[in-house]
């Protein structure tokens, strides 16, 4: 069983440009969710993916936005950078929207904003 | 909405020490409680949760948490600890109607030193 993986690991953007992240779920897992874990910081959930549909999103603007692919893989997307969404960004795939009670995390994509 | 208070920011302890992790939450509806560990440069692992019945609950590593809702707490205890638990440990809050979407504490630096 494989479990979650990120890519890329780390990254390097300047002020207005535009990255996607990508994920691959846990085999098995139908839900995917994106969290943002600033330095020093927790992290704070962005949206979930369930089935290929948007089932709920945290506080965070319309430039952040998400796919999920027939294959339950999964892509954030951030449009106009700015130096704030400086992250860690972790993904998390489970089973039936986290209704199991547990989320497998990836090891993160280290987005750098200058 | 649900909010996360871990008391502490960090917690440096002795190898073979006991350690207990503090966690408050908030919330209006039922609550699942889960506790979350981050090793250096990796994403995070569950430790344990509490979704219903026994208040006790076990997890990886010898740790074990308590539900306490009177108190609305959730504090993280290990009896005896190793220089491997230094990590970063997180405690977080999801509810029946919000499946997979965990609000997060900011975190416990716990130090293990010989």
């Known amino acids: 069983e494989t479990g979650v993986t990120q890519s890329p690991t780390h990254l390097i953007k300047t002020r207005g440009q535009q990255v996607t992240l990508r994920c691959s779920s846990q085999?098995?897992?139908?839900?995917v969710s994106w969290y943002q874990q600033a330095l020093g910081q927790g992290p704070q959930f962005i949206f979930q993916?369930?089935?290929?549909?948007?089932?709920g999103r945290g506080n965070f603007p319309p430039r952040f936005s998400g796919l999920q692919f027939p294959n339950y893989s999964s892509e954030l997307n951030v449009n106009a950078l700015e130096l704030d969404d400086s992250a860690l960004y972790l993904c998390?795939?489970?089973?039936?929207?986290?209704?199991?009670?547990?989320?497998?995390f990836g090891e993160g994509s280290r987005l750098t904003v200058l | 909405a649900q909010s996360v208070t871990q008391l502490d920011s960090q917690v440096p302890v002795f190898e073979e020490a006991p350690v207990e992790l503090r966690c408050n939450y908030s919330s209006s509806v039922s609550v699942y409680l889960f506790w979350y560990v981050q090793y250096p440069n990796q994403g995070l692992q569950l430790l344990l949760k509490?979704?219903?019945?026994?208040?006790l609950v076990k997890g990886i590593n010898g740790f074990e948490a308590e539900f306490n809702k009177s108190q609305t707490s959730f504090h993280l205890r290990k009896p005896s600890v190793h220089i491997s638990d230094t990590a970063e440990y997180f405690c977080a809050v999801s509810s029946p109607d919000s499946w997979g979407k965990l609000q997060f504490g900011a975190g416990t630096q716990v130090v293990v030193t010989p």
């Open positions: 509490y979704l219903s019945g026994s208040t």
């Open positions: 998390a795939s489970s089973r039936d929207r986290g209704s199991t009670g547990e989320l497998f």
């Open positions: 993916y369930y089935r290929e549909e948007e089932n």
């Open positions: 085999s098995g897992h139908n839900t």
